[in-house]
């Protein structure tokens, strides 16, 4: 008894405090003073106390050690909306989720389905006037997501609900009871006639109030239960529980069960495999490492699809996707194509049959307001090192919202995880929704962003085979080989734009690159682009969708020739890491190129004289540069030169057959450091003879005692000098 | 600061008088006389300059120091001191102030000489001495000028080092090196020995350090009949890197006994025409041996080379591989070693011609001269068009840009038409690589407010 002196005291106090808000919020509609309100709620609380009960539900593992796969919501008591947590939270901490149930007779409680199979319950329990009865689920309400419990034994004192007759009341208004932190507070709230609204989308009306609540009308007499937050004004669910239509408990896990043999059914669980990352990469396959167990979903034509998102760099560098059947026999998938817009592949068996027991997804065609204040799935599925692991939820579809490009798409909560995906499907086993990332084709530096994408779009992504050509794998060899068309370039900034009057051309401000050099022999001195011409995009013969040329990676460059003597102090990877002097040959366009291939047919658009042109190119292999130029180590004078390639004889304004190697690393503390040699310095002579290249290097410098270079830095020449007791012929690590 | 400075030079003074008193017995008079030998020639200079370093013609004031060498009124100061001077004043310790001119001056030794303009047949000065012998290691020295704009300080210590080689600080001087108590401001002025002569011109100091440099008498006793009669010190130029036969730092050493190692030559120069090699040693300078074991027999070698007269033929001994040759060079004049310089305020930049003495780095990417950026106006058009300090400045609107003059020319013709035209396309070389930036200068970012 003292206990409910308090909560009586507790809802006093909530019930002014809502009494205030509303005659704000809602001062139109309310006839009510403030007073009035605190006095119904007073009411209320005296009638309709006596039929509400607290519902305790404790979770537990499953046999197999699993968590429940639960979301509970609960109403906060801070700001009166509902939450959301994972039923774990309960299990972590070994207290019950409390749930408000309403009486329906002595021994059965109505509440808020919360979508939990048998295995994960412990107990439930209902608990009145401090006195606590054992319960069981015995009766669902798909459609309006409640539950009935029956307690053992008839509940004492307690007052079940009475509904009234008449409809839909003109005026709603909703009573709650939250229970947190062992405290009861109860309110009274609602917008009256604004409750009622429209459904533009699914042409549906509903009433809009707030999840676990009783619905009264003018006369304070009970109307419904609101398990969710909105109700459709349907025949059945805006009236008396008595009138929803039920199935039986027991049949919830086996419905469970069957969505997940369905869903089996067209889940390919794969192993994807990428080869390891070249230095300077340093992302990965969803943020794990090189190798991985993937789902994907199986197609018409032996296809799967794999909801991945993985970059142009990452694509390159997959080698592996492979399917183990049940009975161990593995087979290799070949790659069809990077879906076009959104983070995902398409891979297929090689006989185009998809393995048996697998049949091909089916795409939900319903509509909207089909689905809408519907019963769906929400299902994940794990791929534990070959083994499939797929978990249904149910859950009342609420509303459609939103998506990319006005579409809409379900608001179905999607959790996904590394080798997890995490799908919506409707009742018929169709695949309602995944979530997906969009491929951002405006800017090269922004993140993708996820965003669900449902049936009608799904099955396009599916089926149209519309692909984009950057992102496909490549052989390890092809990855080092670097295409071009044999131009240097800088970015055009969006002044220079303007000022050359070629906005016109621009998709976006800060495309184009202004070329600064062609290469003769190449395939843009061979259509005839010239220095100061503006390239625009790039567009694989077969394919309509143009590649803009914009500035990505190595432009902003900051060497310095300036730095003193003393530098051992910083670490030797500061050194390899920094850019060079020279622009990067592997950066800028010349990445965009590759990611297209060597010898790939493409249209090139440039700017000349203000004039759009238009030429077919094959796309040429980067003629060696200083990343994969061959180098020669020695570990006695502690240095590394690497041969003069065409971008740094550019630079350095060395002719062709100017004799030199530049030093590409240094290790302090050793001869050549000690010497004051220092990164990209260049060698002219060893011991008077030039050389041309780092293996003549090696060469010259093999089994001497007395060591003399020649080095120039910039401008600046100097003779260094390195006695040894001897340089043993060190093997030129030859790079690949 | 002041305060400290006035507090402490007794203290200092008192505590070297204790050292130093049991030694010498008479050690206050001597210091006493050297002080008066030379401090009534002692100048306080004050100095209007052009200052461009702003991105915009503006002028600044500095101080420095100076010392009177002649009765008519010629003192020495440093290069630096006058460098871009419109305006000089100069004040004697009696009191006395003049405006000077300047006769001549050499940025390679800083060193510059002025005369104070007096009306004619004004009284002799008291004029100080120079004194060209080399001074030892741990003599002591004093030190006088105007240390932060505090005219007529003596501060005093002792030659730390006499033969200091300073890469990048001249190539022609072997430098003193003291811990007497040298600020900014003593810049110019005399080193004095305890005979009274003046040993040296204070010049550099070290960033939070307690040691300074200062030019050896010789150096400029050498250089001041050429600074006199034809204003600037006309070193010649053969376009010879040299380095010494031993580099102990970098732990290098040629293994000879005698000569000079040639490390490489100038692009263009007599030197690499006459046919030098990287590795070359030079063992005979018309004759005579030369020799640079380390880094400080340098200097002396060089003055050596940069007095010989222009376009005469030098015998030069030279080992190449053991081989022994003789090449003949004559060198070239040296001339300018800083570029034309002039500021565009509307640009918002300063811009100077490239001179491979002052900016070898630039001159590597412009080998045929050209104009860079030295400064940029903050906030100015050229910073908010995102133009950098050490800009070549290659082409603007497709013209050519190759010197100052040109520039200004497009300059005026631009400012002429700054109704309809307010933009101009510029192609730099930033750090070697070509950019393309467009300069819109339509707004005067200097204009005042009304």
């Known amino acids: ?736 | 600061m002041t305060y400290d400075m006035r507090r402490l030079a007794p203290a200092v003074l008192a505590c070297a008088l204790a050292v130093c008193g049991c030694t010498t017995p008479d050690f206050r008079g001597t210091v006493s006389e050297a002080k008066d030998a030379v401090f009534p020639s002692l100048v306080y200079i004050r100095v209007v300059i052009k200052d461009l370093e702003g991105g915009k013609d503006e002028k600044a004031q500095v101080s420095g120091s100076g010392v009177i060498i002649s009765s008519d009124g010629e003192l020495i100061t440093n290069h630096h001191v006058v460098d871009k001077a419109t305006d000089i004043r100069c004040q004697l310790p009696d009191g006395s102030s003049y405006t000077a001119k300047v006769l001549g001056q050499d940025k390679d030794i800083d060193i510059a000489l002025l005369k104070l303009e007096r009306p004619d047949g004004a009284p002799p000065l008291p004029a100080a001495k120079l004194s060209g012998r080399r001074a030892e290691i741990g003599e002591v020295v004093l030190a006088m000028g105007a240390p932060w704009g505090l005219a007529r300080s003596v501060s005093m210590g002792i030659i730390s080092c006499n033969d200091r080689y300073l890469e990048g600080a001249g190539k022609y001087t072997l430098w003193y090196q003291t811990d007497a108590a040298i600020s900014p401001g003593n810049s110019g002025g005399p080193l004095v020995d305890t005979d009274g002569m003046v040993i040296g011109i204070n010049a550099r100091g070290v960033s939070y350090g307690d040691q300074a440099f200062t030019i050896p008498s010789a150096v400029i006793i050498e250089a001041l009949p050429r600074l006199r009669e034809k204003g600037v010190a006309d070193w010649s130029w053969f376009g010879l890197d040299l380095q010494p036969l031993n580099d102990f730092q970098h732990n290098i050493s040629f293994k000879a006994e005698e000569g000079v190692i040639v490390s490489g030559t100038e692009p263009g120069s007599p030197a690499r025409k006459a046919g030098f090699m990287p590795n070359d040693r030079i063992v005979s300078v018309d004759g005579a041996k030369v020799t640079a074991k380390n880094w400080e027999d340098l200097p002396a070698l060089e003055r050596r080379l940069g007095r010989l007269p222009f376009n005469k033929p030098v015998a030069f001994g030279v080992n190449r591989d053991g081989k022994d040759l003789a090449i003949s060079v004559a060198p070239t004049e040296k001339g300018k070693v800083e570029g034309e310089e002039k500021a565009f305020e509307r640009w918002g930049f300063t811009a100077k011609e490239i001179n491979r003495f002052d900016v070898p780095e630039l001159s590597f990417f412009a080998p045929d001269g050209g104009v860079f950026i030295s400064a940029i106006l903050w906030d100015g058009n050229a910073d908010n068009c995102d133009f950098r300090r050490n800009d070549i400045i290659q082409s603007i609107d497709g013209k050519p840009v190759k010197t100052v003059e040109q520039l200004s020319a497009m300059y005026d013709e631009a400012m002429k038409n700054i109704e309809t035209k307010s933009k101009m396309t510029v192609d730099i070389l930033r750090r070697g690589r070509k950019t393309q930036l467009v300069l819109n200068y339509l707004e005067d970012t200097e204009k005042e407010l009304p």
Request: contains cysteine; proline residues 5%; charged residues 25%.
């Open chain 1, 1 to 736: 008894m003292k206990r409910l002196s308090l909560s009586l005291a507790a809802a006093v106090a909530a019930c002014a405090l809502f009494a205030e808000e509303s005659e704000s919020a809602q001062a139109a509609d309310s006839a009510e003073s403030p007073a009035a309100r605190l006095e119904r709620c007073k009411r209320l609380v005296a009638r309709y106390q006596p039929s509400t009960v607290c519902v305790r539900y404790e979770f537990k593992l499953d046999d197999e050690g699993e968590p429940p796969d639960v979301t509970v919501r609960y109403k906060c008591p801070n700001c009166g909306s509902d939450h959301e947590r994972h039923a774990e939270h309960y299990l972590s901490r070994n207290t019950p989720f409390e749930a408000l149930g309403y009486a329906l007779s002595p021994r059965r409680i109505l509440l808020q389905d919360l979508m939990v199979q048998p295995k994960w319950v412990k107990s439930i329990e209902v608990e009145f006037n401090g006195v606590k009865y054992p319960a069981k689920e015995v009766l669902r309400y798909p459609k309006e997501g409640g539950v009935l419990v029956e307690t053992e034994k008839p509940i004492e004192g307690i007052r079940p609900l009475e509904f009234a007759e008449g409809g839909v009341p003109e005026k709603p208004a909703y009573f709650y009871v939250v229970r947190e932190n062992g405290l009861t507070v109860s309110g009274v709230k609602g917008s009256g006639a604004a409750s009622f609204k429209h459904y533009a989308e699914t042409g549906r009306d509903f009433y809009d109030g707030a999840a676990n609540t009783l619905v009264v009308n003018e006369k304070d007499e009970a109307v419904t239960v609101a398990l969710q937050s909105k109700v459709e004004l349907g025949k059945e669910q805006f009236a008396p529980p008595s009138k929803w239509t039920s199935v039986p408990a027991s049949a919830f896990a086996d419905e469970i069960a069957a969505m997940e043999r369905r869903v089996a059914e067209f889940v390919v669980p794969l192993y994807a495999r990428l080869e390891s990352e070249s230095k300077d990469s340093g992302r990965s396959y969803r943020g794990g490492g090189d190798e991985t167990y993937d789902v994907g979903f199986a197609l018409d034509g032996g296809e799967v699809l794999i909801p991945a998102n993985l970059s142009a760099e990452q694509t390159a560098r997959l080698s592996l996707v492979e399917y183990t059947a049940p009975d161990g026999k593995k087979t290799k998938l070949e790659f069809v194509g990077s879906v076009d817009e959104w983070g995902a592949f398409i891979v297929r068996f090689p006989d185009g049959r998809l393995p048996d027991g697998i049949r091909p997804t089916a795409f939900c065609t319903m509509r909207p307001e089909e689905l809408v204040f519907g019963k769906v799935f929400s299902v994940s599925i794990k791929n534990n090192s070959g083994k499939l692991k797929i978990r249904a939820r149910e859950q009342v579809l609420q509303k459609f919202e939103q998506s990319w490009g006005g579409s809409l798409a379900p608001a179905i909560s999607l959790a996904s995880g590394r080798s997890s995906c995490s799908i919506g499907v409707a009742p018929d086993g169709s695949m309602l929704a995944i979530e997906l990332a969009r491929r951002q084709s405006t800017s090269r530096w922004s993140s993708d962003s996820e965003f669900a994408v449902c049936g009608p779009e799904l099955a396009r992504v599916a089926t149209s085979h519309t692909f984009n050509p950057e992102y496909v794998p490549r052989t390890e060899t092809d990855r080092n080989r670097m295409a071009w068309i044999g131009v240097e370039v800088m970015r055009l900034t969006s002044e220079a734009a303007r000022e050359k009057k070629v906005t016109e051309f621009l998709r976006h401000d800060s495309d184009g690159m202004v070329v600064t050099k062609v290469y003769p022999g190449t395939p843009a001195a061979g259509a005839g682009i010239k220095e100061g011409d503006i390239l625009l995009t790039v567009r694989p013969e077969k394919s309509q969708k143009a590649i803009g040329l914009s500035s990505e990676g190595d432009y902003g460059s900051s060497y310095s020739w300036s730095f003193d003597d003393d530098d051992d102090s910083y670490s030797s990877r500061y050194y390899s890491s920094r850019s060079t002097p020279w622009p990067n040959a592997e950066g800028g366009i010349n990445a965009i190129f590759s990611r297209l291939g060597i010898g790939s047919k493409v249209v090139v658009a440039w700017v000349s004289d203000r004039v759009r042109r238009e030429a077919p190119m094959t796309l040429a292999q980067i003629p060696v540069h200083y990343n994969n130029a061959r180098r020669s180590r020695n570990r006695d004078i502690g240095m590394t030169v690497c041969d003069m390639t065409y971008e740094v004889r550019t630079f350095f304004r060395f002719g062709d057959d100017a004799p030199g190697v530049v030093i590409s690393k240094l290790k302090h503390g050793d001869p050549a450091a000690v010497a004051g040699l220092r990164q990209y310095e260049i060698i002219t002579d060893v011991n008077g003879k030039p050389v041309k290249s780092a293996k003549e290097f090696g060469a010259a410098i093999k089994g001497q005692k007395e060591l003399t270079f020649s080095v120039r830095r910039l401008t600046a020449t100097r003779i260094v000098r390195i006695s040894l007791a001897s340089v043993k012929d060190d093997k030129a690590p030859e790079k690949k």
